[in-house]
């Protein structure tokens, strides 16, 4: 089993930066692919950015395409999601997942932190 803590979330103007970070424990993080999904009120969950076990492949939604960044320090048992360039749309609970699998994390992962809430707003 493994445990997913969100953090970093918070208020910040259209056109800033923003970086959440997930911490993992429970297994080796190496084991898991890794992704981050983010939920409006109201909404779906919506993938956002997903990255494979050693950072090797990363894929993101295109609405967060190149503006976005996932990254994940396996030794540290973390993952991060970089977001630039900051749009009022972007607001939603931001939540990291994890799976064995990579084709799963993009899609329905088995394993969900609490999420935490980015508000982009003036």
């Known amino acids: 089993q493994v445990q997913l803590v969100e953090f970093g979330g918070g208020l910040v103007q259209p056109g800033g930066s923003l970086r959440v970070s997930c911490a993992v424990s429970g297994r080796a993080l190496s084991m898991y692919a890794m992704a981050w999904f983010r939920q409006a009120p109201g909404k779906e969950h919506e993938f956002v950015a997903a990255i494979s ?21 396996n030794a540290k048992n973390m993952v991060y999601l970089q977001m630039n360039s900051l749009k009022p749309e972007d607001t939603s609970r931001y939540y990291c997942a994890a799976d064995r699998t990579y084709s799963d994390v993009t899609a329905s992962p088995d394993y969900w932190g609490q999420g935490t809430q980015v508000t982009v707003s003036s």
Do not use: E, Q
Request: aromatic residues 14%; charged residues 35%.
């Open 53 to 73: 076990y050693n950072g090797g492949r990363t894929d993101y939604a295109d609405s967060v395409k190149g503006r976005f960044t996932i990254s994940r320090d």
